[in-house]
């Protein structure tokens, strides 16, 4: 039984047979992110000669499949609609081009001709930050992360630190036992964990919950001599070795940063290029993500 959708069933896309929810595409588009989840929206930028629906004309895609808005219909919605599920996995957009004159395979009585284009561009859940620990780098790191668009959660077991004053605009500050903290908190695959807390004990308690989360970012402050240290103590536990792959520690890029300051500038570079999926080599910091590279030749005795 199919639900009325203000009074008349819901339209039917003719090749994919892919339910359209007909409701307002913005307010799904804020509804999609607020409820963690993506998608990616369909705009037609570009048209010359006639076509079966008008320039500006959206459709949103959610991960489920389900459409929300129309451009047209047809063979082109349902090559539009494949578009978006592959833009929503890459985070990247595209723009297609559909010339419906020359094409036999647009001629099916759905469309009028004519020539378009349709800009597809993913709508992604808010990007979180999760920082463990409320001191120097926290703080700064703090501001350059929401300025670069993350929203921030700041956890520490000391109220002298984590308090509105020092992060008057995070989502969250949390003053309470990280263990107990964590306990609460629910990470998404678009999240980022960031351990910065004022010790070794806290940095282990805080990595070994970190690990078994979806997060997409896990990066941990400390020497390499410290980072062997605790990775081995977790595994010994039972966590296992391959847990590790994704940790970044030393956390940051290396742009040869000293103050905290410039230290949170590292981590934040290394949290926007992970988040827009950069593919090229970069420095990091972490001996764990170094590259192998050829032998050095020996020197001539």
């Known amino acids: 039984m199919l639900t009325l959708v203000h009074g008349r ?27 963690g989840r993506r998608g990616a929206v369909a705009t037609i930028v570009n048209v010359r000669g006639s076509i079966p629906s008008f320039k500006t004309a959206k459709m949103l895609v959610r991960d489920d499949g389900s459409i929300a808005g129309t451009i047209g ?7 539009v609609w494949q578009a978006a599920r592959e833009v929503m996995e890459s985070e990247r957009p595209r723009t297609l081009t559909f010339n419906l004159n020359q094409d036999p395979k ?32 926290a703080a700064s790191l703090y501001k350059v992360a929401r300025i670069a668009g993350f929203d921030v959660t700041v956890v520490d077991d000391r109220e002298a630190y984590a308090n509105r004053e ?31 807390t004022r010790g070794h004990r806290d ?18 402050i400390g020497s390499k001599r410290k980072t062997i240290a605790i990775f081995k103590q977790l595994q010994e536990e039972g966590l296992a070795a391959h847990l ?4 970044h520690a030393p956390v940051g890029l290396d742009i040869g940063a000293i103050t905290p300051e410039e230290i949170a ?37």
């Open 106 to 137: 647009y001629d099916t009585g759905l469309v009028c001709g004519g020539t378009l284009e349709i800009f597809v561009e993913p709508i992604l859940p808010p990007a979180n930050l999760y920082i463990f620990g409320a001191g120097h780098i």
């Open 244 to 247: 590790f792959d994704r940790v």
């Open 166 to 196: 020092r992060f008057p605009e995070a989502e969250q500050v949390i003053a309470e036992d990280f263990d107990k903290a964590a306990a609460r908190l629910a990470p998404s695959e678009f999240s980022y964990i960031v351990i910065v």
């Open 9 to 35: 069933p819901p339209l039917t896309c003719a090749r994919c047979h892919t339910i359209i929810i007909d409701m307002d595409v913005y307010e799904e588009i804020v509804r999609l992110r607020k409820d």
């Open 73 to 79: 219909g047809g063979c082109v919605e349902a090559e």
């Open 265 to 301: 500038v590292s981590i934040a570079a290394e949290l926007i290029a992970k988040r827009r999926k950069v593919e090229r080599d970069l420095p990091h910091m972490s001996w764990f993500h170094r590259r192998p590279t050829e032998v050095e030749p020996k020197e001539s005795p």
């Open 203 to 220: 940095d282990m308690r805080m990595l070994r919950w970190a690990v078994q989360t979806p997060a997409r970012y896990i990066g941990m």
